[in-house]
Structure formats: structure tokens, C-alpha cells
């Protein structure tokens, strides 16, 4: 097995996070390039994530005592957590994503990891994840979906809050089930990277979920995500 060096948030000060949406598959049952599929006017299905994740970020670095109760404001005040980086995994169809407008207006605000591996599944899309979080030296790791279109800026940024306040690994709960997005902790990275195939995160946090060891915050709204024409169609038709 392979070592990788794990942050200790007792030598950091200022103790980072970094958030990753993947968005490196090649949409086939969309039949098209689904990350540039527009939801509005000014909005693609990817515009649309980071602009929620960005807003999160300005959000959780700058708390507003107004927005939170106090004691929950001092909490993630005293945790010293930021949210240091946002980025996008691109892989299939890097280049028509990149050629878009809005999408590539958008990409320039954060940071780009390419994987070349993509066609090997969703697996590897989280190993590049894991490896920019490495590289960040970050002592959790956020990682989206790029087509949980429900979710906004208010959603992540209570996940964010969570992991703050627990300093323990942070999921969505949906459907019965536990998902991401989630924000994991450092030592979650060695299983993280030993996922093959189009193996998500899932089995780690229900790991986690049975030992205790994980806050699962009920968000409905990622039960929503777009695999097909239709589901696009169908969110759409339900936000008029």
C-alpha cells in the first residue's frame, strides 16, 4: 500500500479546505455536452455549481454574525477553518467546455484539474481530487457533483458550517441514503484513493455512517441530479 502524507491541523494555524466539483464524464446517456447545457439565460448546468460553490466560499471565510446564531458564529470562528480553493475536474470533453462562454468566464475563477484518465470511471476523477487536496496541503476535502443542479449556495454552505463545528466527516442524506456532496476529512483520503472503476464515495461514508463517525445533513434537493435530456427537461419544467 501507498504511503501519503496526511495534514495535521495541530501544526497548521490557519487550517484549509478545498472544494472539487467533478465534472470530467463523458455525459453519454445526455447525449451531448451536459455541463454546458443551459438552465437559464446566464446559467449552464456547471456555471450554475460553481457559481453556488463560490458564493459558499465567500460565505463560510467571512462569517456574518446576522446570518448565524453567535454561539455557531464563534464556533467556526475558533475552528480557524477556510475554504481555500475551489476547482473543477474536467476530463471527456474538456475542450468544448472550455470553449463555451460562460463556462470558460467561470472556470477562470477557480482552479482546473485535468484527469486523463477519465474514461476509467468516477473513480479517478476523486484520485485527482484527493491528490489537488494533497497537494494543497488542505485538511478536508469537499467533494460535488457538478449535476446537482438543487443545490445552492445555502446548502453547501451549512455542510461547510458542520464540518466546522464537528470537525468530523460531512455528507449529504437523501433518499434514505447517505452522499455527497461531502466534505471529508484527511483520513478518509487513503480509501477515497482506493476506489476503482465508476466506484463513488458512497461505501465511505456509510463506513463511516456505521462506526459513528460521520454527520449526515438532510438535503433533499441532491436527490436531483441530470443524467438525461429528460431530467434536465423535467427540472426545468418543475422550477417554472
Given at each position: 500500500?501507498?504511503?501519503?502524507?496526511?495534514?495535521?491541523?495541530?501544526?497548521?494555524?490557519?487550517?484549509?479546505?478545498?472544494?472539487?466539483?467533478?465534472?470530467?464524464?463523458?455525459?453519454?446517456?445526455?447525449?451531448?455536452?451536459?455541463?454546458?447545457?443551459?438552465?437559464?439565460?446566464?446559467?449552464?448546468?456547471?456555471?450554475?455549481?460553481?457559481?453556488?460553490?463560490?458564493?459558499?466560499?465567500?460565505?463560510?471565510?467571512?462569517?456574518?454574525?446576522?446570518?448565524?446564531?453567535?454561539?455557531?458564529?464563534?464556533?467556526?470562528?475558533?475552528?480557524?477553518?477556510?475554504?481555500?480553493?475551489?476547482?473543477?475536474?474536467?476530463?471527456?470533453?474538456?475542450?468544448?467546455?472550455?470553449?463555451?462562454?460562460?463556462?470558460?468566464?467561470?472556470?477562470?475563477?477557480?482552479?482546473?484539474?485535468?484527469?486523463?484518465q477519465w474514461?476509467?470511471?468516477?473513480?479517478?476523477?476523486?484520485?485527482?481530487?484527493?491528490?489537488?487536496?494533497?497537494?494543497?496541503?488542505?485538511?478536508g476535502l469537499?467533494?460535488?457533483?457538478?449535476?446537482?443542479?438543487?443545490?445552492?449556495?445555502?446548502?453547501?454552505?451549512?455542510?461547510?458550517?458542520?464540518?466546522?463545528?464537528?470537525?468530523?466527516?460531512?455528507?449529504?442524506?437523501?433518499?434514505?441514503?447517505?452522499?455527497?456532496?461531502?466534505?471529508?476529512?484527511?483520513?478518509?483520503?487513503?480509501?477515497?484513493?482506493?476506489?476503482?472503476?465508476?466506484?463513488?464515495?458512497?461505501?465511505?461514508?456509510?463506513?463511516?455512517?456505521?462506526?459513528?463517525?460521520?454527520?449526515?445533513?438532510?438535503?433533499?434537493?441532491?436527490?436531483?441530479?441530470?443524467?438525461?435530456?429528460?431530467?434536465?427537461?423535467?427540472?426545468?419544467a418543475n422550477?417554472?
Open positions: 500500500m501507498s504511503l501519503i502524507k496526511i495534514p495535521n491541523p495541530n501544526q497548521q494555524d490557519d487550517i484549509s479546505l478545498v472544494a472539487v466539483i467533478l465534472a470530467a464524464g463523458s455525459s453519454s446517456r445526455f447525449e451531448g455536452v451536459k455541463q454546458i447545457a443551459q438552465i437559464n439565460a446566464s446559467h449552464s448546468i456547471l456555471v450554475s455549481t460553481i457559481e453556488a460553490v463560490n458564493a459558499a466560499q465567500q460565505a463560510f471565510n467571512h462569517v456574518d454574525v446576522n446570518r448565524n446564531s453567535a454561539e455557531q458564529a464563534n464556533i467556526i470562528r475558533q475552528s480557524a477553518f477556510t475554504l481555500a480553493k475551489v476547482a473543477v475536474v474536467l476530463g471527456a470533453n474538456q475542450q468544448q467546455i472550455m470553449d463555451d462562454k460562460l463556462s470558460s468566464m467561470m472556470i477562470n475563477q477557480v482552479e482546473l484539474v485535468v484527469n486523463q474514461q476509467q470511471g468516477l473513480s479517478t476523477s476523486i484520485h485527482s481530487a484527493v491528490h489537488y487536496a494533497l497537494e494543497q496541503q488542505a485538511c469537499m467533494l460535488i457533483l457538478a449535476d446537482q443542479v438543487a443545490l445552492t449556495r445555502q446548502h453547501y454552505l451549512t455542510l461547510l458550517q458542520s464540518f466546522a463545528m464537528h470537525n468530523q466527516t460531512v455528507c449529504a442524506f437523501y433518499q434514505q441514503s447517505v452522499g455527497v456532496p461531502a466534505i471529508f476529512l484527511p483520513d478518509d483520503f487513503e480509501l477515497l484513493l482506493g476506489l476503482t472503476g465508476d466506484s463513488g464515495a458512497k461505501k465511505i461514508l456509510k463506513k463511516r455512517q456505521q462506526s459513528h463517525r460521520l454527520v449526515a445533513i438532510d438535503l433533499p434537493q441532491a436527490s436531483i441530479d441530470i443524467d438525461t435530456r429528460a431530467d434536465l427537461a423535467r427540472f426545468l422550477k417554472e
